[in-house]
């Protein structure tokens, strides 16, 4: 259990302290400026007109009336910007649809006006004739003979006006069929893993549509200066990603465009994509000359951000009496909704989990996404993880029943080991999955609640305990997805021992300025009031790939430790000569050079920084650095160390299940997360948190109701969250395993936690009742029917056909 | 064509005289007409919590009261709790327990907290989750601010039990 213990700290290190955000203190006055509390000179407000239809075509938009109204100083359809370029992760998708509306968010018209009772005033003078189309609202629907086609004709732009690189399409071919995206991936021979297997199971899972739910809505403020500059105040995750995709639809130097963002309320993957809103808006600065803010109200913020993938899968697996894994064989079907989102790509997340968190020595998974008429999915926490883990968690826990082993044992069993290379090829350095399978078990007392709640199954009484386990495997040191998962830093070092730590690194709440400054004091032997933090200006910062795949701490953290080296070396190759010693004698400390071996201060930093200025060889201690994870591309058949490090987790849930009601109470998670190494406490807790409570939303309470391609509970009244008293006891252990790449030996963490919870919670109730079910959420309704045998199964997805090679 | 009125309401400590239309709510007022932004607008419709301002001393949404019906009260949102010593303690243990993350519901959270400290100067954990239950948080999974509340309480009592002595 060695990696249990915590590493010794440095005397006065920061390494493993609770330390306060630094943006905290404004944020609990009200001090802090989001997006919705800027306002700049001239602005006007925009607000965009939706479709009222599912899928119908645009016969005629009358836009008269809006434009007379007083105080509008633009009102635009598709026909006002012949220039429209489709945008997104497939490129299917216009701002400002043409001739066809898909699903009921899409954008029909926009309008810039004074004020934005003006600019929605406006909206509702805006007559539209639509032919309705038939609607396709099952994905199970979408492959038939005879199914609506979503985007059976070329769109975009117009095809005589070039893209901005030469070759690059300006226009949505359009799909003959309604496939948007496939993936196929094998390990082994699953045809001979399944002659091994003395157990066999199959079945079939149903993961429903949830949303983000950030507390502050989306927006923008778009302006264009005297030269034509753009300057963007965006929430985007990715600010380098978008200013060069704005700059493709724009045909502009991506060099002329600033992406500035304010403090973020709430992101957890909702703003790593481009969304039509933020193009509309520069088109409506682009039309009236002034700046143009659009904020989104709750209602739109439920109708137009992207959902969490729904997913429809299912799973064979087996193993032997000796609860050996023999195969995993998955089919999973997703909704991609009307437009290709990132929602369509999580099965690159996904076939991670049923290849890799446990050793399979045969797999094979293949997923198809589907365009229907409902709202399109995007990223969100976890990426695909919950849903997958939701199977691979209960197949566990099915197969150790039926060969009459414990659930934590044949866990153990087949649960990766340091050192392991999985079919997939990830490479597993660092791996404390053993460690948190027995420490999340110790501590919950998960053997012996586990075996005396399935014995009290049958005793009377109507309310019902019960334990589940669940583990996970996710990314840890980024993802290599893009040709470049670096991470930039500029630091400079002023003449008073100030650092102004500037980073590519975007914090979205998640506590990233902090880390990083602590990760520049621990080397520069600073206090934490040393620093300065930009991280919010693309003129400024240098390129980051973007806040996800729990990337940051690990990528933009050796980043800061390399440009901190880098300024600490030149300190010292400046001081050596100076107190007639080598480099190698010297430490930082204290806001000191010291000797190392003796700790003696020779002089203060903030000193010595201002006589390396003010000398006849004068210069500054300003230091850049460049992170490349050592990780690499996956192959075209998804294989690869994509990442540079692994995480791991193992969380175990218990219920109290009311067999007369339904309701699905959590009294307590006990998680245990191997993070690498602990960083900064009071922020690693707060993450895993907020993860685990994310993870009971979406197990218990959330649920976005798609009917027939409409949205029922745009609203927090009807799409519940969690709230304070319903969060259940929290207990978290950290497994240190140290890193070996990590900085400080640390490891992504900000998805991990939610990912188990779902998994778990079902084998809770299992525990329970003894019923299982294979659906989310697990509402009082849904549990109850369960209980009685009358919840219908969850359909198999039908073969999907291997593409031919 | 909107109907306008005039009232007057004390906000933070100052007299106000202002002209509303009469739909306008008392969160449109705050921020747009006399620029506070610390209160948050999260829904419109009383379910978040994050435009939590105190009217008369009670904890109110202010997306769901009306400007005109603000005449003749006190208003005070987070701005006016500058120094108030238990949105002070609140403020400080909010720090310190990582009870703010991306911080936008963290305003009305402070001001329903200070609203509570005043009601029940000590509070335990299953209160201050009554006590917030209408304030949603998407970030810190609430336990932290539940400690922070029950901190900040409890400090506050045994400063005062220390005045007394």
Redesign the interface.
């Known amino acids: 259990m060695s990696a249990l213990l915590t590493p010794p700290a440095a005397s006065g290190s920061l390494i493993g302290q ?1 330390i ?2 630094m ?12 997006i ?2 800027i306002d700049l000179p001239g602005q006007l407000h925009a607000a965009i007109l939706r479709s009222s239809r599912v899928h119908a075509r645009i016969l005629r938009i009358d836009t008269t009336a809006a434009r007379a109204l007083p105080g509008v100083h633009a009102v635009l359809t598709a026909a006002d910007v012949p220039d429209q370029q489709p945008i997104g992760v497939a490129k299917d998708h216009l701002p400002l649809k043409r001739d066809r509306v898909r699903s009921v968010r899409d954008e029909i018209a926009a309008v810039a006006a004074e004020t934005e009772a003006i600019a929605r005033q406006a909206l509702t003078l805006i007559e539209v004739e639509y032919e309705d189309l038939p609607v396709l609202a099952d994905a199970r629907d979408a492959l038939a003979p005879g199914a609506p086609l979503i985007h059976p004709e070329p769109h975009g732009a117009d095809p005589a006006k070039p893209g901005l690189k030469p070759g690059m399409p300006i226009a949505f071919a359009g799909k003959p069929d309604n496939i948007a995206m496939r993936f196929d991936y094998t390990h082994g021979d699953v045809a001979q893993g399944e002659a091994e297997s003395d157990v066999v199971v199959e079945d079939s899972f149903s993961l429903h549509y949830v949303t ?6 989306s927006g923008v403020i778009a302006e264009f200066d005297a030269r034509g500059n753009l300057l963007l105040y965006s929430n985007t995750q990715v600010p380098f990603l978008h200013k060069r995709e704005f700059a493709e639809i724009f045909r502009m130097d991506p060099g002329r465009i600033r992406i500035i963002q304010p ?6 993957g909702s703003k790593l994509d481009i969304y039509p809103f933020e193009i509309i808006s520069v088109y409506l600065a682009r039309a009236t000359g002034r700046p143009v803010k659009l904020l989104f ?2 209602e739109e913020e439920f109708l137009a951000s992207p959902t969490r993938q729904p997913v429809l899968l299912t799973l064979r697996s087996g193993c032997k009496r000796d609860g050996t894994l023999t195969f995993r064989s998955v089919r999973t079907l997703h909704d991609n909704g009307a437009y290709t989102s990132w929602g369509a790509t999580t099965p690159f997340v996904m076939m991670q989990t049923f290849s890799s968190l446990y050793r399979v020595p045969h797999c094979d998974y293949h997923t198809l996404a589907v365009y229907t008429n409902n709202p399109y999915a995007g990223s969100f926490r976890g990426y695909g993880n919950l849903q997958a883990t939701f199977a691979v968690e209960a197949h566990m826990d099915q197969m150790a029943e039926a060969i009459g082993m414990d659930p934590l044992a044949f866990r153990q069993k087949n649960a990766q080991l340091q050192g392991e290379v999985s079919g997939q090829g990830m490479v597993f350095r660092s791996c404390g999955f053993q460690d948190c399978l027995t420490s999340a078990a110790e501590r919950s007392d998960f053997a012996h609640r586990h075996a005396e709640y399935a014995a009290q199954r049958n005793a009377p009484g109507a309310i019902k305990k019960g334990i589940g386990i669940a583990s996970m495997l996710h990314v840890g040191g980024g993802a290599k997805i893009y040709p470049s998962d670096g991470c930039g830093t500029i630091l400079k070092l002023d003449d008073f021992g100030h650092v102004t730590l500037i980073t590519g690194a975007s914090e ?4 990233s300025e902090t880390v990083l400054s602590q990760l520049v004091c621990e080397e520069l032997g600073l206090p934490m009031s040393a620093v300065t933090v930009v991280n919010n200006d693309t003129d400024i910062t240098p390129w980051d790939v973007g806040v996800h795949a729990s990337r940051t701490t690990f990528i933009a953290g050796n980043s800061a430790i390399g440009a901190a080296r880098k300024a600490r070396d030149k300190i010292f190759a400046a001081a050596a000569p100076r107190f007639d010693c080598a480099a190698d004698d010297l430490a930082l400390r204290d806001g000191h050079i010291v000797r190392r071996a003796s700790g003696e201060p020779l002089i203060e930093i903030a000193r010595f920084l201002r006589s390396l200025h003010f000398s006849d060889r004068a210069e500054l201690v300003m230091t850049t650095f460049y992170y490349e994870p050592p990780s690499v591309h996956q192959d075209k058949g998804f294989k690869g160390d994509v990442s540079a490090a692994y995480a791991w987790a193992a969380q175990v849930v218990e219920v109290e299940v009311d067999t007369d009601t339904g309701v699905v109470r959590m009294l307590k998670v006990t998680g245990a997360h191997d993070v690498g190494r602990v960083l900064n406490r ?2 690693i ?2 993450q895993i ?6 993870g009971q939303g979406y197990a218990l309470t959330e649920n976005l109701l798609v009917e027939n391609g409409n949205i029922r509970n745009p ?3 009807d799409y519940k ?5 319903e ?1 259940p006891e ?1 207990d978290i252990a950290f497994i240190e395993s140290m890193d070996g790449e990590g900085p400080q030996g640390a490891k992504g963490v900000g998805e991990a936690p939610a990912i188990c919870i779902a998994a778990a919670t079902a084998n809770a109730i299992y525990n329970a009742t003894g019923v299982r079910i294979t659906s989310l959420p697990f509402t009082p309704e849904r549990v109850y029917r369960a209980l009685h045998g009358v919840l219908p199964p969850v359909p198999p997805v039908p073969p999907i056909v291997e593409r031919p090679a | 064509m909107s109907l306008k009125h005039e009232i007057r309401f004390r906000l933070n400590g100052v007299e106000q005289r202002t002209s509303v239309d009469v739909g306008l709510s008392a969160l449109q007022l705050l ?1 747009d007409v006399i620029g506070l ?9 009383g ?2 919590g ?1 435009c939590t301002i105190l009217v008369d001393g009670a904890s109110v949404n202010a997306c769901l009261l009306f400007a005109v019906d603000c005449g003749g009260r006190e208003l005070t ?3 006016g709790l ?1 120094g108030d010593p238990r949105a002070q303690a ?2 400080q243990a ?14 009305g959270m ?1 001001v329903q907290a200070t609203h509570l400290l005043a009601v029940e100067p000590k509070p335990d954990a ?1 209160s ?3 006590a ?15 400690d922070a509340i029950v901190d900040a309480g409890a400090r506050l009592a045994d400063t005062t039990a220390g005045d007394k002595q």
């Open positions: 609770r306060p955000k943006d905290a203190p404004d944020k609990a006055s009200g001090r802090t400026r989001y919705h509390d983000h739910c950030c507390m502050g809505v403090p973020i309320g709430g992101g957890f109200n709750r979205i709440g998640q506590g009071l922020g807790e707060g948190e907020g993860g685990i409570v994310m609203n927090f009244r969250l969690v709230t304070a008293p969060i929290m | 921020r932004p610390g209160t948050k607008y999260g829904c419109g419709e379910e978040c994050a949102t987070i701005e500058a609140l403020r909010f720090v310190a327990h990582g009870a703010v993350q991306c911080g936008f519901c963290t305003p402070v299953a201050a989750k009554r917030i239950e209408g304030n949603l948080c998407r970030c810190t999974g609430y336990q932290k601010i539940v």
